[in-house]
């Protein structure tokens, strides 16, 4: 996602840097194919970026801002991870410490290889500057307007969407993971499956696909799931589901990229 937020911004027109300081080949090899500009270190990042955008895994958030507030970065910092709004606060707090503008983001849909497959919600008192950066570009840009007030005031309402959105969708997914391995450790899955047939049409595929994504990105969500469980107990409803998500992630069997999308063509191919 983040090489391909990258590559939106450098088509339309900006100079875009990324860090290959302790980061691997396959994020090097994205970042070389959306055309973005190894600057080393993050620290070479805040000496020549006006923009940092974070997007990174959600448990990374806070020390990769504590990273930039220590390399002395004096400019505006997007945060687009999937974190709770209490987290945006502290990520907030850590980069104005260094005297830094926070805008706070939270990315929805699919990495941006065309108009509409992701927006970008933004919160913020300069939300409306990073959605300027990508006007007319493939990513979709809303600040959000929270309970009737100008979202660009409110830091957290951007990840308050993300949260909410990502509690049914991965969190529905993570349900039926859990359905199907009760099943399997029941001796009933084929039965299920065949049930599924007759009176759920579609959902043994959307299963195969949660599986698919699961072994190739479920440890990404484990924090998410601990993120989105801690926005509903501030918001007192309770966090046990998302807590339970959280543990399905966390006992996906991980795969890399190129098991996932074999496994993803088989799927396709048999629907």
């Not at 910092?77 to 983001?105: C, F, K, L, Q, R």
Request: charged share 20%.
């Amino acid at each position: 996602m983040g090489a391909a937020v990258g590559r939106c911004l450098r088509d339309r027109g900006h100079v875009v840097l990324w860090a290959a300081a302790g980061r691997g080949s396959a994020t090097a090899a994205r970042a070389a194919a959306a055309g973005l500009i190894d600057a080393g270190t993050v620290t070479e990042i805040a000496a020549r970026c006006d923009v940092i955008v974070s997007v990174c895994p959600p448990h990374a958030a806070l020390d990769t801002a504590r990273e930039v507030a220590g390399a002395g970065f004096g400019g505006l910092y997007v945060d687009a991870n999937a974190i709770s709004p209490a987290t945006a606060g502290e990520v907030a707090g850590i980069v104005a410490g260094g005297g830094v503008g926070y805008v706070d983001g939270g990315i929805i849909g699919t990495p941006p290889v065309a108009p509409g497959f992701i927006r970008l919600y933004l919160s913020g008192p300069r939300a409306g500057e990073v959605r300027e950066l990508f006007e007319r570009s493939p990513v979709d840009t809303q600040v959000v307007d929270h309970g009737g007030q100008s979202g660009a005031g409110i830091v957290g309402a951007a990840s308050a969407v993300k949260m909410a959105y990502a509690s049914w969708t991965k969190g529905s997914a993570a349900l039926l993971l859990a359905a199907r391995a009760l099943a399997r450790a029941q001796g009933v899955e084929d039965v299920l499956l065949a049930e599924w047939g007759i009176s759920q049409p579609g959902l043994e595929e959307r299963s195969a696909r949660a599986a698919g994504s699961a072994a190739g990105k479920g440890w990404r969500w484990v924090a998410e799931m601990e993120e989105i469980a801690a926005t509903m107990g501030a918001a007192g409803l309770p966090e046990g589901f998302h807590l339970a998500a959280a543990e399905i992630y966390r006992r996906s069997p991980h795969v890399d990229g190129a098991v996932l999308d074999a496994v993803l063509d088989a799927v396709r191919s048999a629907s």
